[in-house]
């Protein structure tokens, strides 16, 4: 790899550990979710060729300053993300915000019912 370049692990096995150890910096949008899957990161932990401290951190941890994330122009960072879907709804409500501040968009009416509150759907459900 590259001196300063950016590896989005964003399939199954599609890379070789060689490829994580090149790294300067290894990034998870979780570390414990990518740890259980069975991706690059999750095989190399497995198969004890990378250990917790081998992970820079999460996305969250860069995104709000308790880690640092690129500092230098050669630093080369690995990023496994599993796509969480907490993350794609605060990116939709982060979306919808900013579309009604600048008037722009429409409502779209996608299902006219909450489907817990269909008539007979809501009884077979166990609270």
Request: charge should be negative; include cysteine.
């Amino acid at each position: 790899m590259k001196p300063g370049a950016f590896y989005s692990h964003v399939g199954g096995w599609e890379d070789e550990y060689a490829v994580a150890k090149a790294c300067d910096k290894i990034v998870c949008d979780d570390w414990e979710t990518v740890m259980h899957r069975t991706q690059t990161l999750s095989r190399m932990f497995k198969d004890g060729k990378l250990a917790d401290s081998d992970v820079h951190g999460n996305l969250i941890e860069l995104i709000n300053g308790t880690k640092p994330g690129r500092e230098n122009d050669t630093e080369r960072t690995y990023f496994n993300d599993v796509g969480l879907a907490y993350v794609d709804v605060a990116i939709a409500m982060a979306m919808h915000d900013r579309a009604l501040e600048a008037g722009m968009g429409q409502d779209l009416q996608i299902q006219h019912s909450m489907i817990f509150e269909h008539a007979r759907l809501k009884d077979w459900v166990c609270v």
